[in-house]
Nanobody
Framework: QAQLVQSGGGLVQPGESLRLGCAAP????????MYWYRQAPGKQRELVASSTISGGLRRTNYSDSVKGRFTISRDDSKNTGHLQMSILKPEDTAVYYC???????????????????WGQGTQVTVSS
């Protein structure tokens, strides 16, 4: 069962842009890291973008296949994230998934639990 709610996706022509959204449920404390994966038919799931915190610094990384065209962003005040995809190519066609390492707070014990949540996936098709 998907815990993150994804939005966006659809059919676009080569060279066009799309923006995917990803929202965490309201009961989480915070998002530590966010990831965007994609899976094309007959291929393995591929990590295309990530936003992580290391040493107090936020770092973003992209796969070589999307570097310079895709941008990952986060709004930590709303526990949401986006993947802005530009100059789309037919080979970008895939189901896109967001994932996040989230922190859950247990108020009675004041302790945190970390879990990985996934979105339901959204189809992106790039075709003329």
């Amino acid at each position: 069962q998907a815990q993150l709610v994804q939005s966006g996706g659809g059919l676009v022509q080569p060279g066009e842009s799309l923006r995917l959204g990803c929202a965490a449920p309201g009961n989480i404390y915070s998002i530590k890291s966010m990831y965007w994966y994609r899976q094309a038919p007959g291929k393995q799931r591929e990590l295309v973008a990530s936003s992580t915190i290391s040493g107090g610094l936020r770092r973003t990384n992209y796969s070589d296949s999307v570097k310079g065209r895709f941008t990952i962003s986060r709004d930590d005040s709303k526990n949401t994230g986006h993947l802005q995809m530009s100059i789309l190519k037919p080979e970008d066609t895939a189901v896109y998934y967001c994932a996040a390492d989230v922190l859950l707070l247990d108020p009675p014990t004041a302790t945190f639990e970390e879990r990985q949540y996934w979105g339901q996936g959204t189809q992106v098709t790039v075709s003329s």
